[in-house]
């Protein structure tokens, strides 16, 4: 674990629409349960009605995966919380939490167009456009976290789908953490997770500290290249 730690996480901005394309045929492929791999999809466990129980993503990113796995110590597991959207289900899922993310960010007196700005920076909006997609509907995108080997998740500072500035990958690199063990550990466990992926061929989405991924849109943007994932809205 100690290899994964040192190198901080880097302070980033968001990603914007990468009009690069390089599309590819590539199949979604399912993610298997394993010793080290969990599978806990959380919106069906949630009660959304367009709740996806298959985790699937595209081919490249399934080997990817395992891949990381592999590099995990000995002991400690990835749990899979979202991989492949359905259309609908990002329809789903960007309608319900926007009330939320307005309230949190006192975005009442924003036009409706600067609130999805803001919005989209958690949930992506849903533009039905297979070139340009949410990064979930195309495959190329995994939300997880890691369990130890006493089987209790890792501490990583907030809840899966929380809205606050505390879910980005690299809050615990702008604060100081010395005197603050908890805030150095969480600190420490997203460089973890962080390296691991991105050793693995991963990137992550700066807004999103459980959110990694490749292919789409996003890791197009913020890796100068073209994407090579369209969206596929139902399967």
Not at 65 to 78: E, H, R, S, V, W
Not at 90 to 96: A, G, M, R, T
Not at 175 to 204: C, Q, S, T, W
């Amino acid at each position: 674990m100690k290899k994964f730690i040192s190198e901080p996480i880097p302070i980033i901005g968001d990603p914007g629409n990468c009009e690069r394309r390089a599309f590819i045929d590539s199949p979604l492929v399912e993610i298997h349960q394993s010793e080290k791999i969990l599978i806990d999809m959380q919106y069906p466990a949630l009660g959304f009605k367009n709740g996806e129980k298959r985790c699937m993503a595209r081919k490249e990113v399934v080997e990817m995966l395992y891949k990381a796995a592999d590099l995990l110590p000995k002991g400690y597991k990835f749990v899979i919380w979202d991989a492949w959207r359905p259309f609908a289900l990002q329809k789903e899922l960007f309608v319900y939490y926007s009330e939320r993310i307005i309230k949190e960010f006192h975005l009442e007196n924003k036009t409706k167009e600067e609130q999805e700005i803001e919005i989209g920076k958690f949930i992506a909006n849903p533009v039905f456009d297979r070139e340009l997609p949410p990064a979930h509907t195309t495959g190329g995108a995994i939300d997880l976290t890691i369990m130890g080997p006493d089987g209790k998740y890792l501490e990583f500072g907030t809840k899966f789908d929380a809205f606050t500035e505390k879910t980005r990958a690299g809050y615990y690199e702008t604060i100081n953490v010395d005197n603050n063990p908890k805030a150095e550990e969480i600190r420490n466990n997203r460089r973890f997770l962080y390296n691991l992926m991105k050793e693995a061929g991963f990137g992550n989405l700066p807004s999103e500290w459980w959110h990694y991924e490749y292919g789409d849109k996003n890791w197009a943007d913020i890796q100068g290249k073209a994407a090579i994932y369209d969206g596929i809205f139902e399967y």
